[in-house]
């Protein structure tokens, strides 16, 4: 019987609102140690196994007990109460940090498909420079070749007007321009 007051009132302690004061605490003290007695006396008049029970040592030793019990189970709670903030937070910044991850990996993606396509730019303007390269090559060998064509056409043009007069025939009438040879030689 003693034993079940004993984890009532534990339980009552437990329940209370908050932290107890000392006066508080003193007076539960009193109060249970007040029914304990009551409860043993009651008891004495029934044969009980538990007589040591009585010493108000023992009595004492049990509510410092409880009150380390009690003490001990309010800091489990505040460690219980970190300890699943903690988890709380962990699961939050993984949630984040595969959000993170996948953006990183988004833009990586694009960073790729951007320099292939910068490659790609890279690659045409490599190709027109090869090919304004080629034309200014093939313009240039055009225009050495009109020049040496110009050369070997005069002096045939002047033997064909000297022929032609011999005959009494007019000259040929056919200047070319000479001079847009010249801008490109320059």
């Known amino acids: ?12 302690l437990k329940v209370g609102n908050g932290p107890l004061n000392e006066e508080e605490n003193e007076a539960n003290q009193i109060e249970l140690v007040s029914e304990e007695n009551e409860t043993n006396f009651d008891d004495k008049t029934k044969p009980n196994d538990h007589e040591e029970t009585n010493n108000p040592v023992e009595i004492l030793k049990k509510l410092e007990i409880l009150k380390e019990i009690k003490f001990k189970t309010n800091e489990l709670e505040k ?8 988890v709380d937070t962990i699961e939050t910044e993984n949630k984040s940090i595969q959000s993170y ?4 990996d988004t833009l990586i993606k694009e960073k790729i498909e951007q320099m292939e396509i910068l490659q790609q730019i890279q690659d045409d303007i490599n190709t027109m420079e090869s090919t304004i390269k080629q034309a200014n090559e093939d ?5 050495e070749s009109a020049l040496q064509l110009h050369v070997d056409y005069e002096p045939l043009k002047e033997q064909v007007n000297q022929l032609r007069i011999s005959i009494g025939l007019e000259k040929l009438n056919d200047n070319i321009d000479v001079s847009v040879l010249e801008n490109y030689l320059k």
């Not at 019987?1 to 009552?12: D, G, P, R, Y």
């Open 1 to 12: 019987m003693t034993s079940s007051v004993c984890s009532n009132n534990t339980e009552e």
């Open 139 to 143: 313009k240039n060998r055009s225009v």
């Open 79 to 86: 460690i219980k109460s970190k300890l699943a903030d903690e």
């Open 101 to 104: 991850q996948s953006e990183l």
